[in-house]
């Protein structure tokens, strides 16, 4: 295949780069500033993408003259309502959820893992209860679904769009960490939380407030991801994977690591996908294994408590 | 090597346990239950044993070790289409499937830790389980290899059918039986001393000269195997292998099962708890379709609030002083 035929693979590879970026954000924030592995963070993903279907479609409960009031709105409307409105659902799990996690601080990081495992169980089942085990497909407004045709090929305008707005949320999660009060904050809490806490600051609250952001972040990727990706039950721990492979490529606790390794594991998924499309999710996890062979902390890692 | 104390081969507990399990297809069916459950129990706890090897003796969370159970499972079937359908070879070819899996694996990791240990892990058991779905010719795909028939046992003797669920249960069961005699004898060893002592403080261990390296590849080489050796059973049991079993959940279960029952305390707690989980899914299965719902809520709370597991629970506090005599 001559250079020019791998173009669009590497378009669209670094398309799904950024989205699979945005995907291990949420995790990467958890992960970098608490010391905590998020396993149910797949599982808040799937719920955003649920929730989105709801608000979307619309199936809610609403009385009904409201839902068909909401039902005549045009689609776009109601498309950028889940964008925003599906997150602000999500965030009371992830409250409960750093509730349920504060007795495993300070412990071994293995038991975060299990518990966190545990409430993805929990939450894929809630899943299955609620909305069936049926795949549902999100509807996206018309101005950016469909394709294009360019360099006579034909191009899925909605990945576009999708990267373009995981852009503008890595960017936005960037300023909260490195350009606010906040940020400084919960990034000296990770630094040295005693002396956080000596000079008055109340350390869980700052943790709440990361436990939340991570959890809004896996809500907009499965919002963002869902047209592209499908919603069925398992796409929670379909999507956890690659944020964990990206993680540890990228190295923990580093934003740009999370950053460069979701565009890489784009590129070599669409790389892969040229050659042999069946086995390209396969490459990721040799990628993974190649890199912390040579680096073992991934590309930008530095040391943490999570080696002990 | 000299100790404090000696622990027997065979202990009270272990005869028990074997006793009890012994006397299971008589009853099983007059409680509501059927005889396969207590089948895939024993597949299950023998699995268990073999995994809390890695995880409660020697501290290294292996968060895939379904690809192992899996390997066995593939392995076994493979060996009775394509080579030869004899149930020894075959359980043989599970065991190395399994172990040459483990091999691979345990040259790449052997030498992390902790949640590293376990993130690597996650994604080796994903190789292997992505492997199992796409590599059609010959895992089958998606479906898995179906046909496995439950082989004889040739004892050169005599023959044993193992078509019905009794008699199977009685040749897992003495698999059972060797496998924890096995692990007991080897936990009590002056090797599981050195598993021990990686476990506490790995760095010290690598200090006072042990080649922590080979310790730890050679314990999940083991583990492996073992697990191998019950996937070969259970693709038996099923009269199939498929990829299910290799997956993130199968290998969380796995894990859910060894903690559950306080595999981190005891050497049996690994039995308890898939006796426990297999129990949950049958009676809470039969109130309502998501039983993972409940189980996982007693999951959480109990690594809340109890994380030794319900093994835990009945050791006296006499373990601290003896923590290997249990």
Redesign the interface.
Known sequence: MSIIGLLPHLVNGVALGLLFALLALGFMLILGLMEQINLAHGSLFALGAYFAYAIATPRLPLPPDLLQAWAAAPLGWRFAAAVFVAPVLVAPFGVVLERLMRRTYGRDPLYGLLLTFGAAMVIEELIRIVWGTRDYMLPVPRGISGGFLMLDLVWSTYRFWAAGFAVIAMAVVWLVIERTRFGALVKAGAHDSEIVQALGHDLEKLRVGVFVLGTMMAAVAGVILAPVWGIRPHMGVDAVIPAFVIIVLGGVGSFWGAVLGGLLVGMVVGLAGAYASEWSMLSMYLLLILVVTFRSRGLFGKKSVLEA | MRSGHTVPTLTPVMIAVWAAFATVPLWIEHVGLYQYLGVEVLIFATYALAYNLVLGHSGL?S?GHGAFFGLGAYGFGLAQLNLVPDLWFCLGAAVATASAGGTLVAA?IS??????Y???T???G??FW??AI?WHTVTGGEDGLLKIERLPVQLGVATVDLSHNVSLFYFVLAIFVVVSLLLWRLVHSPFGRILRAIKQNETRARFVGYDVWRYKAAVLILSAGLSGLAGGLFAMAQASAFPDVM???YS?YI??MT?VGGGLVTFWGPVLGAIVFLLARDVIGAFT??W??W???L??AL???K?EGLGGMFLRPARTKRPEAT
């Open positions: 969370p968060f790449f030498h992390r830790r902790g949640i590293y376990s993130l690597l996650i994604a080796f994903q190789v992505f492997i796409k997956s993130l959940h969380g894990v859910m903690l379709t998501g993972m719902l189980f996982g809520m999951f959480v690594v809340i609030y994380p």
